[in-house]
């Protein structure tokens, strides 16, 4: 069974500090990473895609990828109100999974004015 | 046009009601899923279809059908529903070789009564 673990939070920081969600991951084959926010009340969208090891930067968000450690991870710098929203990881593993994607449970960020 | 659109918005039902959830995208994605999402869960995966084709059915209940009539609508067929089948049901697209990058509608919230 492949799996993508997250820490459910919720997690609180204060406007304008680093949020720091993560998310492993149980297969060492995974091919590629992605990062959601839902809003309450409201559908998924895409903030992030990582697709090899590193960082990828896009504004205020960042995405890490170590798939030594298995683990990914979004940094939101500089939080806003505007980030409070459930934070979906969710990984591709294709091969005989094709057309899935595994998405972790959420953290729940609130970020304090 | 990055738009996914779902009809209806809420839909009230009773168990011996027949009713359809539809969806519609023009973006060119020729993979279409179906995901059903309770309160503080992720999204679970019920059906995909690539070119229109079914590919994936998570062991979903015959009460739920899915039809493709083309590249750019889906739709979900609802009969003989029971309460726990009350969710918020949410359609996504994507490019068939990026699976991970999927837009989603806004969703239907469903309650069966």
């Known amino acids: 069974q492949k799996e993508v673990e997250q820490n459910s939070g919720p997690l609180s920081v204060p406007e304008g500090a680093i949020a720091s969600l993560n998310c492993t991951y149980s297969d060492r084959v995974s091919q590629s990473f992605f990062w959601y926010r839902q809003y309450s009340g409201k559908s998924p969208e895409l903030i992030m895609s990582i697709y090899s090891n590193g960082d990828k930067e896009d504004g205020r968000f960042t995405a890490q990828l170590n798939k030594a450690s298995q683990y990914v991870s979004l940094l939101i710098r500089d939080s806003q109100p505007s980030d409070s929203a459930t934070y979906l990881c969710a990984a591709y593993f294709g091969g005989g999974s094709n057309y899935k994607l595994t998405f972790g449970k959420g953290t729940l960020l609130t970020v304090n004015p | 046009d990055t738009e996914v659109t779902q009809t209806p918005k809420h839909l009230v039902m009773g168990m011996t009601n027949k009713k359809s959830l539809k969806c519609e995208q023009h973006m060119g994605h020729r993979a279409m899923y179906w995901y059903k999402q309770k309160a503080k869960k992720p999204p679970e995966l019920m059906f995909v279809?690539?070119?229109?084709?079914?590919?994936i059915n998570e062991s979903v209940p015959s009460r739920f059908s899915p039809e493709c009539p083309n590249s750019s609508l889906l739709n979900l067929h609802l009969h003989a529903l029971q309460p726990e089948d009350s969710a918020l049901y949410l359609c996504?697209?994507?490019?068939?070789?990026?699976?991970?990058?999927?837009?989603f509608g806004p969703g239907t919230r469903l309650t069966v009564t």
């Open positions: 279809y690539s070119y229109e084709k079914l590919s």
């Open positions: 996504a697209s994507s490019q068939e070789h990026r699976v991970g990058e999927q837009y």
